[in-house]
């Protein structure tokens, strides 16, 4: 019997926020990498690497060190964002307003953003199915962020309330 573990043995569940953190990285390497497959099978014309060329000089943004430094900012990228809809949209219940949000972001990369990088041609010349995978990706991408968020606060909001009955 002097061996039953006490409830302060176990390890402690994630703050909301450090898993705001980790679903923000995961999802923007992971999406990423989806994008750089995507792209490496001929789906888009947009590769990952976009993302260094208004701010790195060489040859080496185009290999592979380039490739794996891209989806490490997307992914830090990806935090900022999880963040946002944290702050914004973690009360709204259902995938909907991950796949507005997946579309927001496009929008914002493809319109306002798109005369930073270079690399990424103005909307309406780019290829129907780079447009197709890209919105896609975009979505899927949301609903990630937007349920795995929402998820853990109603999971919380229903742990609160069993605490306080």
């Not at 989806?34 to 790195?56: D, M």
Request: charged share 10%.
């Amino acid at each position: 019997m002097a061996n039953i573990l006490k409830t302060d043995d176990y390890p402690k569940p994630m703050s909301f926020p450090v898993m705001v953190f980790w679903t923000g990285l995961f999802g923007g390497v992971f999406w990423g990498f989806i994008g750089y497959l995507a792209n490496y099978l001929s789906f888009t014309e947009i590769h990952p690497n976009v993302i260094l060329e208004p701010w790195a000089f060489g040859d080496w943004k185009t290999q592979w060190q380039g490739t794996l430094i891209s989806l490490l900012i997307l992914g830090i990228i990806s935090v900022v964002a999880a963040f946002i809809y944290y702050f914004v949209l973690r009360k709204l219940k259902g995938f909907w307003f991950g796949i507005i949000y997946g579309l927001i972001l496009y929008l914002l990369v493809f319109f306002v953003l798109n005369p930073v990088f270079p690399g990424i041609k103005p909307f309406f010349d780019l290829s129907r199915d780079t447009i197709i995978t890209s919105i896609c990706i975009y979505i899927v991408y949301g609903i990630f962020i937007g349920y795995s968020i929402n998820y853990e606060y109603q999971n919380n909001i229903a742990q609160e309330n069993e605490a306080s009955s």
